[in-house]
Nanobody, 124 residues
Framework: QVQLVESGGGLVQAGGSLRLSCAAS????????MGWFRQAPGKEREFVAG????????YYADSVKGRFTTSRDNAKNTVYLVMNSLKPEDTAVYYC?????????????????WGQGTQVTVSS
């Protein structure tokens, strides 16, 4: 059974930092792109960041560019999202995803595997 399990969410003040981790089990994703999406209450799920299969290419939504960094450790089957300079508008449930391609895609429908999500709350 394939599972993606996120951890590291929580409550942080504006300007603070969090590091999310996503550990995969049940199969290896070392040949697959992985991504992070988020969904705030009343809003659609949106692309946040993505990383290609080798980690050589990363992509970010304009709203997080320069503040968030994604990386991966294929030996551990784990992907990370470091979030700095957090803002109240970053508050959302953050989801880890894995796709069936090596390159990053930006639509939620392009990803086959999803974690359960982790809540990130940024207070002002």
């Amino acid at each position: 059974q394939v599972q993606l399990v996120e951890s590291g969410g929580g409550l942080v003040q504006a300007g603070g930092s969090l590091r999310l981790s996503c550990a995969a089990s049940g199969r290896t994703f070392s040949s697959n792109a992985m991504g992070w999406f988020r969904q705030a209450p009343g809003k659609e799920r949106e692309f946040v960041a993505g990383i290609n299969w080798s980690g050589s290419s990363t992509y970010y939504a304009d709203s997080v560019k320069g503040r968030f960094t994604t990386s991966r450790d294929n030996a551990k089957n784990t992907v990370y999202l470091v979030m700095n300079s957090l803002k109240p508008e970053d508050t959302a449930v953050y989801y880890c995803t894995a796709g069936d391609t090596r390159v990053v895609l930006a639509k939620a429908s392009d990803y086959a595997y999803w974690g359960q999500g982790t809540q990130v709350t940024v207070s002002s």
